[in-house]
């Protein structure tokens, strides 16, 4: 797995600042990563595990997403139309260094709708911590990491 319980650390950025922006969104694909780990590969931990965590690194998000809602109807459309708008965010910051170029919201930039994009990013998080949970099989080590990203978001 991507990330170490004690590196996980916060889902939601409390400041504008775009390294700190985007790590939160390599957090979201970790989890979305997971539930397609857990739903094709169940309880089998082979070797297939590591062909799968290959080819998952070789998808990008919006695919991944797609194939959630479309292929596989496990999120809701209106979690994918909020991950798609919080995709939106991260393309433009990971391609460029200035906040001004990302909106968020109708004719609103980033930073004067920074709270909505803030509530967003911890409701999309919660519904696929769900989304996680209905799809993985007993696993003592991620309940744990669940229940540690539960009690984040709460925050």
Known sequence: HGF??????????SRLERGETLDYFA???????????????QNDLSINGLRL???????????????LREEWKIISDDTFQ???????VRNVLAHSWDFE????????????NFEEFQHDLKEV?????VTYENVQ???????????????????
């Open 82 to 88: 909020l991950l798609m708008k919080l995709k939106s």
């Open 137 to 155: 099989p007993q696993n003592e080590l991620m309940d744990t990491i669940l229940e540690d990203m539960k009690r984040v978001v709460k925050k």
């Open 4 to 13: 170490h319980r004690d590196e996980f650390g916060a889902i939601v950025p």
């Open 101 to 112: 170029n990302a909106t968020y919201g109708k004719n609103k930039t980033l930073e004067t």
């Open 53 to 67: 965590e290959s080819l998952n690194s070789k998808i990008d998000l919006n695919q991944k997403v797609r194939i």
């Open 125 to 129: 998080w919660k519904r696929l911590i």
């Open 27 to 41: 957090k979201l694909e970790f989890i979305i990563n997971e539930i397609i780990q857990a739903v094709i590969l």
